[in-house]
C-alpha cells in the first residue's frame, strides 16, 4: 500500500523560508513523476511544482520554491523562500504513474498546513 506522508508545515512570517519534506513508502517511484500541489478553501487544488521527466513550476512560485528529490530516501521536498501570505495554503504531496510531472495524480498525502504571516 503506498503511502505519502508530509512534514514541514507552520506558520512563517512573510519572507521566511519552509522546506516540506514528503516521504514515500510501499513503492518506489524512482521513474516516476513527484509533485506538490496546494488548496485553499472554497478553492480547487493546484499543482505548484513537480518533478520527473521534467521539472514544473507554476508562475507564481518560479524563483522562489525549488522541488527536489532524494531517491535514496524516496523522498521528494519542497523548498519555499520569500513566502508570501498568498502561499498559505494546505499543501499536498502526490505521485503518479508517470514520468511526466504534469497530468492527473494517483497517490496522494493528507496535507500539511502553510501559514504566512503579514
Known amino acids: 500500500q503506498v503511502q505519502l506522508v508530509e512534514s514541514g508545515g507552520g506558520l512563517v512570517q512573510a519572507g521566511g523560508s519552509l522546506r516540506l519534506s514528503c516521504a514515500a513508502s510501499?513503492?518506489?517511484?524512482?521513474?516516476?513523476?513527484m509533485g506538490w500541489f496546494r488548496q485553499v478553501p472554497g478553492k480547487e487544488r493546484d499543482i505548484v511544482a513537480a518533478?520527473?521527466?521534467?521539472?514544473y513550476y507554476t508562475d507564481s512560485v518560479k524563483g522562489r520554491f525549488t522541488i527536489s528529490r532524494d531517491y535514496a530516501k524516496n523522498t521528494v521536498y519542497l523548498q519555499m523562500n520569500s513566502l508570501k501570505p498568498e502561499d498559505t495554503a494546505v499543501y499536498y504531496c502526490?505521485?503518479?504513474?508517470?514520468?511526466?510531472?504534469?497530468?492527473?495524480?494517483?497517490?496522494w498525502g493528507q496535507g500539511t498546513q502553510v501559514t504566512v504571516s503579514s
Open positions: 510501499g513503492r518506489t517511484f524512482t521513474r516516476y513523476a
Open positions: 502526490a505521485a503518479r504513474n508517470s514520468g511526466y510531472p504534469v497530468g492527473s495524480y494517483d497517490y
Open positions: 518533478t520527473g521527466s521534467s521539472m
